[in-house]
Nanobody, 111 residues
């Protein structure tokens, strides 16, 4: 049974930083491509960043240079370091691998 458990969300002022974590179980983590998505109220879920098994990364254009996705295979955890946060980054952030999703963690950025 695959489990993805996110943590690290919260309320932060614009310009601040947060680091999200996603602990995975039930998968061969070292070969799994992992991703972060987000969903703001009234909007569709959207891609934020992905990292593959060789740690190659891809980012949504609007977060490039501000967000960094990384992974620690020993800890079976993927991270999303978010800097220079903007109010438009406010959303529920979800961890993903394949068809599996975590429960989400709320990120709120105040102006």
């Amino acid at each position: 049974q695959v489990q993805l458990v996110e943590s690290g969300g919260g309320l932060v002022q614009a310009g601040g930083s947060l680091r999200l974590s996603c602990a995975a179980s039930g998968i061969v983590f070292s070969i799994a491509a992992m991703g972060w998505f987000r969903q703001a109220p009234g909007k569709q879920r959207e891609f934020v960043a992905t990292i593959d098994s060789s740690s190659s990364t891809n980012y949504r254009y609007s977060v490039k240079g501000r967000f960094t996705i990384s992974r620690d295979n020993a800890k079976r955890t993927v991270y999303l370091q978010m800097n220079s946060l903007k109010p438009e980054d406010t959303a529920v952030y979800y961890c993903n691998t394949g068809r599996e999703w975590g429960q989400g963690t709320q990120v709120t950025v105040s102006s």
